[in-house]
């Protein structure tokens, strides 16, 4: 289950890029945990003459990161090179592979994949015993492919709203019970075997050695789920990240936030950082990785929100004053300040984050009138001093027809 340091690693890794009319921006954080297992890719302009196509990605590892990094180096190559998805072979390496050719290079890229790691020394002598979730996005001129494979997620904004999302894959679920059932398996504490909290995954091979049973009827499966939305022109933006994200914010809090946020700027990795500080700040206690793909009509900066955005911090500032200026000497610090706070209506905070996500402006507030107020040490990044939050994740549908 991981174990957890005294003061998370609050240091990012960034990127950002563009071109086929995309933009993107990443942000990742180890957080509390003692490791960071997750990984990511970006890929503007595919091989086989798919210069017009990306390809994007977020891997959650557990138990170690090898198997995480090496599908970040490698998922790509996996399902681009495989026959599903090249199709009837093309003159001068150039392919134009059909919406079916690629969902079923997809869905292979992923067991050959899986295939591959199981002949690493490492893993395949047992020794290492880690694996990685994954849902990335393939986006053509004309369509997103989604793939999912375990409990990242992936999620599509389209006219102002959460439009889709990819389905998570849990033990309790009741298809995903009836395969780990037939394999030989239980589910206790909502895990399999009482242990793993994801039934699809790469790598985890204790989990598939069932003999007589194919890669996708053992306990854990490796297939994706995958899922073709055809582009339109009301698309603004997708959200690809790992269930840190989600363990503290549902998709149309994500959704929302992002939007909001798309209104006051277009650096992305901005944007990405301040989703992964609102979660620390809610409560996640995981490694975070996101990436947010921004579409041409994706909302753009607006003057509008610019200046309400300014009203907030504004009326925060003077209420901070008043707090700071009603309290007794050495009473106020951060934690009083957001707990006062968070009791009191306060108009504009930004949808989907609340308080929380203007925790680094307060805190700065209360800095420039109290300069001798002791810096967070940590201490309260989890916000417990907050009221009692849902840490729930999105209600996911039922996955059975």
Known sequence: MGAFLDKPK?????????????????SCMQGWRVEMEDSHTSVLGLPHGLKDWSFFAVYDGHAGANVSMYCSENLLDSITN????????????????SVENVSEGIR????????????????????DKSGSTAVCCIVSPTHIFFANCGDSRGVLSRNGKCEFFTKDHKPFHP?????????????????????????????????????????????????????????????EFVVLACDGIWDVMSNDEVCDFVRSRMQLTDNLESIANQVVDTC????????????????PNAPKVSQEAIQKE?????????????????SEPGEVDLAYIMHVLCYEEIEGLPPGGGLVSKRQTIEEILHRLCPNTRPDDGRYLRSTFLKPMKLLKEPQADPDP
């Open 310 to 326: 300014g009203e907030l911090d504004e009326r925060l500032e003077r209420r901070i004053g008043e707090i700071v200026n009603t």
């Open 10 to 26: 609050t240091e990012k890794v960034n990127e950002h890029g563009s071109g086929n009319g995309l933009r993107f921006g990443l």
């Open 82 to 97: 495989n026959k599903d998805f090249k199709g009837t072979d093309q003159p001068a390496g150039q392919i134009t592979p």
């Open 108 to 127: 292979t890229g992923f067991l050959l994949l899986d295939e591959k790691l199981r002949t690493l020394p490492e893993l395949e002598n047992g020794v």
């Open 280 to 295: 620390l700040y809610k409560g996640s206690r995981d490694n975070m990785s996101i990436v947010l793909l921004a579409f």
């Open 175 to 235: 298809t995903e019970r009836e395969r780990i059932q037939n394999a030989g398996g239980s589910v206790m504490i909502q895990r399999v075997n009482g242990s793993l909290a994801v039934s699809r995954a790469l790598g985890d091979f204790e989990y598939k050695c069932v003999d007589g049973l194919g890669p996708c009827e053992q306990l854990v499966s490796p297939e994706p789920e995958i899922t073709v939305q055809e582009r339109t022109d009301k698309d």
